[in-house]
């Protein structure tokens, strides 16, 4: 008989004990949120010029494999500019369809974006992203910060498992900026 009680256990209490832990995890304190910095040695109009500019976000921005203006082309980006991109997840058979809306230009100093998913209703999002830039000496200190927020009830579980993996994606990212920037010839000055 202790037997049987011992199997029910496993098979059935140990599963109900992490799905209702994974179900709490959801509305813990800084649940979909990111935030990761890197110091590059370059002056921050370099640095800014690589993550505002799409044909060069496409080289730093992991998984992305295009990005398409969708909006009228200007010789800058401003603000309420939207682009169109696709993202690839490292299991390469599932694309991610994003439009990204440009919500704050400071050159130089600040900029935002807003990244929506579409198609899969599962698996949608929206996240907000800052990047905040500060120089000394030549040397420009890059900060991003997320927030995202799950829409997709498959998402929204996983959501704490999705928040672990986007932060090293976010330092991968930030890393792969610097070294692109850092070898990059300088551009000339404003």
């Known amino acids: 008989m202790k037997w049987i009680i011992r199997i029910a256990i496993v098979t ?12 709490l995890a959801r509305f813990r304190p800084g649940r979909g949120h990111v935030s990761s910095a890197i110091d590059i040695n370059r002056p921050a109009a370099d640095v800014f010029r690589w993550i505002s ?9 992991g998984g992305i494999s295009e990005i398409t203006r969708i909006s ?5 980006e401003r ?26 230009i400071v ?5 935002g974006i807003e990244i929506v998913s579409f198609g899969d ?13 500060s120089e000394m000496n030549g040397t420009t200190h ?5 927030q995202t927020t799950f829409q997709g009830k498959l998402s929204q579980s996983f959501e704490p498992f999705i928040t672990s993996a986007a932060k090293k994606k ?13 070898v990059a010839p300088a551009a000339n000055s404003h």
């Open 12 to 23: 059935i209490g140990i599963p109900s004990l992490a799905i209702g832990l994974l179900m």
């Open 53 to 61: 500019q799409p044909e060069l976000m496409e080289q730093w921005f």
């Open 170 to 182: 976010f330092q991968h990212d930030l890393e792969r900026l610097k070294a692109l920037v850092e």
């Open 72 to 76: 009228p082309a200007g010789d800058a």
């Open 121 to 133: 209703p599962t698996t949608s999002f929206t996240e907000e992203a800052k990047y905040r830039l």
């Open 79 to 104: 603000i309420g500019d939207r682009f169109r991109a696709v993202e690839i997840g490292r299991d390469q058979a599932s694309p991610t369809n994003l439009t990204i809306t440009v919500t704050e």
């Open 142 to 146: 890059v900060v991003v910060d997320a």
């Open 107 to 111: 050159p130089d100093r600040r900029f």
